[in-house]
């Protein structure tokens, strides 16, 4: 089975405060945008994300999630300037499990983006036989943890100092 088996479509999504956004996956093109998006975001906001507010652990996210050599199939985003990216790796020993990451530009919190690129994700995972998430966040990131949370999926919590998986 490849990444590729069932191609990640455009689609529109409406957002809480009514503006209309575009899901589509990450391109090349976007690494540009997307290297904004973690420029601007706050060093609290860097810190629940990569767990330390380094500038380049967001170059480096860019490069991830849009570099056209290793690009994961899974990401998307909204097409409306900027927002939140969920990452999905392929695990080698695991092929049935993706790890799941996200980002949300400071203007954009609470507007649903988030939760909106992981059904969508989920709904795209599904398709191609994946049947288990995984993710990393800091005990004290709330938002991000009420995300997971709110998919209603079956999670499991494991806290490991000040991270939970």
């Keep these: 089975m490849t990444d590729t088996a069932h191609p990640v479509q455009e689609t529109h999504a409406l957002l809480a405060d009514g503006w ?3 899901i589509r996956p990450t391109r090349p093109e976007d690494h540009a945008a997307v290297g904004w998006l973690f420029d601007r975001l706050s060093a609290e906001n860097l ?10 652990a967001g170059r480096q996210a860019a490069d991830r999630v849009c570099g056209s050599h290793s690009r994961p199939p899974g990401a998307a985003g909204p097409a409306r300037g900027t927002g939140r990216r969920p990452r999905r790796v392929r695990d080698r020993d695991r092929p049935l499990l993706r790890e799941i990451a996200l980002t949300v ?4 919190h609470h507007q649903g983006v988030g939760t909106l690129l992981l059904e969508h994700l989920v709904d795209r995972a599904g398709q191609d036989g994946i049947t288990t998430f995984t993710a990393e966040a800091l005990a004290d990131n709330h938002p991000v943890l009420k995300v997971f949370a709110d998919l209603g999926l079956n999670t499991v919590r494991h806290f ?4 939970v998986h």
């Design 20 to 22: 209309t956004v575009e």
């Design 47 to 56: 810190r629940l994300r990569f767990f330390g507010a380094s500038r380049r």
């Design 160 to 163: 490991d100092g000040t991270a």
């Design 105 to 108: 530009a400071d203007d954009l």
